[in-house]
Each structure stands twice: as C-alpha cells, then as structure tokens.
C-alpha cells in the first residue's frame, strides 16, 4: 500500500474481499414439546417487523427461501406428515436448519423406572415415546444454529421453579453454556414469558441473514441474549420514570405514577418492552400500568415472588431519591406556570407589540430592542 496525500492505492485485495457462502434455502425445525404452553409461538404471529407471513412467503430481501415446520403454524395435516422433516434431520438428511426449541427442558434422568415428562412423536419400531430430550440430542448438534424461544427454553421459567417435580431447565443447562451449533453460532437465547413478537423475530431474521452470509453472526450477552434487545433495563425505557426521579410513587394499581413500591421490578431487570410496546407500539407492562414481573430474567420467577409486594432495595432507593425527588418536583410546578402563559404581544390590538424592527441588523444599537431581547414579561 502506498499512500499519497489524499489517495490511496491498495495493491492486493482486502483478504475478506472474496463473497461470503451463504445458504439460499434453510428449514425452521421448532419443537414445542419442551415445558411450554405454547405462548411463544402464539405471540410471535403479532409481529408485523418483519411478520412471520413475509418471512415463509420470501417476502425480506436477501433471505434465504425458509420452510418452517412449527405445529401450530405449518400447513400439514400433522402427524407423521409433520414430523417427517424432524425424522429426517434426526437421520442427518435433511440440511442446514435451525432448531428452535420452546418450554423448558426437564430431567429424565430423576425418573426411575419407566416414564416421561414430555415427548415428541413415537419410535417407529417400538411405538415407545421419543422425549424432547431424545430430539435435542438428536438434532442439536447437526442444527447450523440453535435458538430458544421464551424464559423457559432460555432459563428454565415457570415450570423450573422451587417445587416442581420435573427438574426442568433451559437449553443451556441442558447442552451446556458453552454449547455450539454446526454453524458455530451459540445458543440463541431469546427470553420473555412469552417473547415479545417483534423481538423474536428481529433476532430471528438476524440469524437468517447470518446464513445467508450477509451479517455477522448475532451479538450476545453473557446471558446469550441479543445485545440490542435486552442490554438496557426496562426502568430506563419506562415512561414512567419521571415519576419516579421526582419521587411520585404509585400506592395501588390504578395511578399512572411509577410502580415501584407496588411490586415494579423495572429498574433491575433487562427487557426493552416498555420502551417498544407489545404490538405496533401499544401495549406493555409497567408503563401501561402492569408491575413488572421480570418475566426476562433467568431468576424469574423465584427471585421475583411475591410479584405484589415492593421489590428488596426499592425501599431505600426511594428513601434516597425522595428529598431530592420532592424538591425538584415543587420547583417544576412552579416553573411550569410561567411555561404555560403566552407571550403579551400575542394580541389582537391595533398596535404590533412583537418587538419587530425592519431596520435591525446585528451588533446595530437600537432602542426598539423586541421585547423578547429585552426580557419581556409574560402576562
Ligand atoms: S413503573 Fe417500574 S420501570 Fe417504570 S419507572 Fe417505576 S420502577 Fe421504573
Ligand atoms: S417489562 Fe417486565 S414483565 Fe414486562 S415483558 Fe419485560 S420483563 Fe416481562
């Protein structure tokens, strides 16, 4: 490379220069069978950037063409109809596809003896039931990327809490944290009980474009969550935060004022729905008047029970922020008066009192200064 002043000419090619391979057609294996009720996919259908619709139909630029095999959605007449694409990628017959698994995944290793928690067609052979752990098995390691839909596929959820008989658990308590696709991807996590439609399918059509070849691979937390998505807390996309900076704290549900001291765990917890709304911008948690519960978060739910009552540690941040918060909020009051009066020139007089001069010209003395110039007194 040599450098002049103001050019430069390369004398070999960048060494990336060269296209990047990519899939052109690519299978969505999503298996709900885990512990699941169903919810992710059921809100996934409200996303409309992109929709589901557009994304089967090939309607996104650059996709690759997706055939998506998911109970609820797919147009089979289910059965062995629906389960013949699984039955091939189990074979390693059937590539490249994404495995999206929904519910979390419980322990058959606690059963003794004959039994199951959850399960997903049967053995051909021997009619015997073939669990959800059987096909994560299968399939995941052959999967080019792995994603989890909801808190329970991600962490485990509502049916991992203390108590529960199944010794359920998220994908990567199961294959393992450190866990990697066949297209070397981690686990994708996407939380939220149930997944916020559009943030799915953001992340969705992010790893398609991955396989396609035309974008790096996803960005993930620690947590293996979209950085984009979940790396700010649902208090800093709350609209209700100037409440709570101005120490105005709701006492039961119907107040539109910050929640916090009635059940609000926003200011811990990492979730952009608020800021985002639910569909097409309308709808959420706390900032439409619902506690936030911390559906999110890999403690949710244990660490966040009883949801009603306040949140550990909002007592004393409120404590903290509240001579600061009242004082600031007194002196707002008293400034918004003045804000809410117009200008005196705003008349309909015989007289134009706006200060106008059409001889002004700047840094030229002049003693019809505007009124506003002037400082001019508000009525
Ligand atoms: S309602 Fe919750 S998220 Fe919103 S400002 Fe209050 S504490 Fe923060
Ligand atoms: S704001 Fe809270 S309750 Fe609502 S989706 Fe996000 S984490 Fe769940």
Redesign the pocket.
């Known amino acids: 490379m040599s450098i002049e002043s103001g050019t430069r000419t390369w004398q070999q090619e960048p060494s990336a220069a060269g296209r990047r391979e990519g899939f052109d057609e690519i299978t969505i294996l999503w298996i709900s069978e885990g512990m699941s009720c169903d919810g992710d996919t059921v809100s996934m259908t409200a996303s409309g950037q992109p929709a589901i619709e557009d994304v089967v139909l090939g309607l996104i630029p650059g996709l690759p063409k997706v055939n998506l095999h998911n109970k609820v959605l797919s147009p089979s007449e289910g059965g062995e109809d629906f389960l013949r694409p699984f039955r091939a990628a189990a074979r390693g017959e059937l590539e490249p596809f994404i495995l999206v698994i929904e519910g979390s995944i419980p322990n058959q290793n606690i059963i003794s003896g004959d039994g199951f928690w959850t399960s997903f067609g049967n053995d051909l052979e021997t009619g015997e039931p073939l669990t959800l752990n059987w096909w994560i098995d299968q399939l995941a390691p052959k999967a080019w990327a792995v994603v989890a839909a909801g808190t329970c596929a991600t962490y485990g959820g509502i049916h991992a809490m203390a108590g529960n008989p199944t010794g359920s658990m998220g994908l990567a308590d199961y294959l393992g944290w450190d866990f990697k696709s066949a297209g070397a991807l981690p686990i994708v996590n996407v939380?939220?009980?149930p997944i916020?439609p559009e943030n799915f399918m953001e992340t969705l059509t992010w790893v398609l474009y991955h396989a396609a070849g035309s974008a790096p691979p996803p960005p993930l937390d620690e947590k293996l969550r979209p950085q984009w998505l979940f790396g700010k807390t649902?208090h800093e996309g709350?609209d209700r935060a100037a409440y709570y900076e101005q120490s105005d704290f709701a006492k039961d549900y119907n107040s539109p004022k910050c929640q916090v001291k009635v059940g609000?765990?926003?200011p811990v917890?990492?979730?952009?729905?608020?800021k985002r709304g639910?569909m097409s911008g309308v709808g959420?948690?706390?900032?439409v008047g619902?506690?936030?519960?911390?559906?999110?978060?890999p403690g949710?739910p244990d660490m966040f029970m009883p949801f009603m009552d306040e949140p550990t540690g909002a007592g004393l941040s409120s404590i903290l922020n509240k001579p600061y918060g009242a004082f600031i909020r007194r002196m707002r009051a008293i400034t918004n008066y003045p804000a809410n009066q117009e200008a005196k020139w705003h008349h309909n007089g015989p007289e134009l009192t706006s200060g106008y001069d059409p001889y002004w010209r700047p840094g030229r003395k002049s003693d019809n200064r505007s009124p506003a110039r002037a400082g001019g007194q508000h009525r």
């Open positions: 939380p939220g009980c916020q649902v709350c609000c765990w926003g917890v990492n979730c952009n729905v608020p639910w959420g948690c706390p900032n619902g506690i936030c519960i911390a559906c999110t978060m949710f």
